[in-house]
């Protein structure tokens, strides 16, 4: 199994190949997913009506663990 975390300024909804799993924060912490290892599509809804610059990004996530989860940046576009 490996582990990610999804990080951006704001709150929003994580799918990973399509599928949701969740808002990216449990309150003020990051939420740790876990996936089989491969490559994968990553994406964030914001809340709000925001969008991120990209809304999914392909990764190649492998060679994680629970404690050192492989961060997933995502960022606003900033006209808004």
């Known amino acids: 199994m490996e582990y990610f975390t999804v990080s951006c300024q704001r709150r929003g909804s994580v799918s990973i190949d399509g599928l949701y799993q969740g808002e990216n924060t449990n309150g003020d912490t990051l939420r740790v997913f876990q996936c089989s290892a491969g ?25 994680t ?16």
């Open 39 to 63: 490559l994968h599509d990553i994406s964030l809804k914001c809340r709000l009506g925001r969008r991120c610059r990209e809304m999914t990004q392909r990764v190649l996530i492998s060679r």
């Open 65 to 80: 663990n629970a404690i050192v989860p492989m961060v997933i940046r995502f960022f606003c576009e900033l006209n808004q």
